[in-house]
């Protein structure tokens, strides 16, 4: 049957295509953004038929109750991917604050006793319904900001596999009845218990010998993810989770360097981890080798702030070698509490010296090759998924610089048209 023309997007000011190859785009790539002044973009049922400029060829058949949109003086760009948030969880730590204030590091609240410990413990209490309604509202605001797909780790059960298992199955059901698409991430080495504290190859055996399996059994999980970091999985403990992950057919992700530069990016070079995430303290060599193994470097610079560092990831440095860069929210309790992705793509500009257009390329098709996702999401080109958004500014700089409000006008989500504004 052919395809008819259910949803026009027309007289669009500012299109942005993202058009190119199927893969997270690097160096100037990052720059080529397929933007058409005056853009026309036609949509059948679920997917794009057609991106270009002026007016739709006569070939292409129009569907009696075809919609059309005019975004004369917007900007129209793919649905923004959010590559790693710590979605579900239990409660909330403003109570850290204060802490922060005073003077006290995220890892020495963790060391302590508190925050993730403090966030398991919430975790543990909540209801499956309590999480559900609890992530279901981030996501709904994800959803506002223009964001159609998101990745969403566990981590919040560590010991008490049960709870994992409850977030991942939270997950499951909101990819079932929710409009974002979630992308299922295992993250049950995201910090010791305190009964294994001084036996942490016993915990590590748990994870590899009966988590693991489980999780890729039941197909609970397409990631597997480890918080590598100093106080936390060692660079040894990080790669033996991750090569059983790998032998159980879960594709890999780290947090890499976070907080002290310990040799995480290496290890997702060695390992061919799909990205490695935070990056802040790399050096050159653990780049290269990402170059490398085209590993994606994902980059969550409002993290950075909120641990009142002033040491950003050298995005610049990472471009510059070739690396792709994909930027995220790292939506979560404790170091990211915002599931603002347009301000993350302002700190993207500000604090790490990227230009609007690398940073677009950065939250549409690079945090889709983040996620695997590069040949359904990420751009506007035909037969991929129509998840569009229409910004109400008139051009790509003027959605970075005008900062921590949301420009979202409408989101087209699997070709239906809801409005935000
Ligand atoms: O709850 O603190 N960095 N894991 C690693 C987090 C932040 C989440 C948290
Ligand atoms: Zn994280």
């Known amino acids: 049957m052919e395809k008819k023309a259910t949803l026009v997007i027309k007289e669009i000011s500012n299109l942005i295509t993202m058009k190119g190859p199927n893969r997270a785009r690097k160096k100037e790539e990052m720059s080529n953004v397929g933007l058409i002044n005056n853009g026309i973009v036609a949509v059948s049922n679920d997917k794009i038929i057609y991106a270009g ?159 693991i399996p489980y999780v890729a059994k039941y197909k609970l999980a397409e990631f597997c993810d480890v918080f590598c970091e100093k106080g936390v999985f060692t660079i040894g403990q990080s790669r033996k989770i991750l090569l059983e992950a790998k032998k159980h057919g879960l594709l890999l992700k780290i947090h890499a360097d976070e907080i002290e530069p310990l040799g995480g990016a290496e290890l997702a070079a060695e390992l061919g981890c799909v990205s490695a995430d935070h990056l802040v303290g790399t050096s050159e060599e653990g780049m290269k080798k990402m170059s490398e193994k085209n590993v994606v470097a994902t980059l969550l610079p409002t993290t950075t702030f909120y641990l009142q560092s002033n040491k950003y990831a050298n995005a610049r440095k990472m471009i510059d070698l070739g690396l792709p860069i994909s930027l995220s929210t790292d939506y979560n309790p404790g170091s990211s509490p915002t599931e603002n992705l347009q301000l993350v793509m302002s700190f993207g500009a500000i604090k790490m010296n990227m230009t609007p257009k690398e940073i677009i390329t950065s939250v549409t098709i690079n945090a889709a090759s983040a996620l695997k996702l590069e040949d359904k999401v990420g751009s506007l080109e035909v037969g991929k998924k129509a998840d569009i958004i229409i910004f109400d500014v008139p051009n790509l700089d003027y959605l970075i610089y005008h900062f921590g409000v949301n420009h979202t006008e409408t989101v087209i989500k699997n070709g239906k048209v809801y409005n935000i504004t």
Not at 90 to 112: A, P, Q
């Open 53 to 211: 400029e002026g007016e739709l060829p006569k070939e292409i058949p129009i569907s009696k109750n075809v919609k059309i949109i005019s975004a004369k003086g917007k900007t129209v760009t793919p649905g923004l991917i959010d590559s790693h948030t710590h979605l579900v969880h239990g409660g909330s730590r403003e109570y850290e604050l204060t802490k922060k204030l005073e003077g006290k590091k995220y890892l020495e609240i963790l060391e302590s006793g508190g925050g993730i410990f403090d966030t398991v413990e919430a975790t543990k209490k909540a209801t499956f319904d309590e999480l559900y309604k609890k992530a279901e509202k981030s996501l709904n605001r994800m959803f506002s900001y223009g964001v159609t797909t998101v990745e969403a780790k566990s981590g919040y059960g560590l010991d008490d596999f049960e709870t994992e298992l409850k977030q991942l199955k939270v997950i499951q059901e909101l990819n079932k009845n929710h409009l974002v698409d979630l992308v299922p991430t295992f993250l049950g080495a995201h910090a010791i218990p305190k009964e294994y504290k001084n036996n942490v190859d016993k915990f590590v055996d748990i994870i590899t010998k009966k988590m």
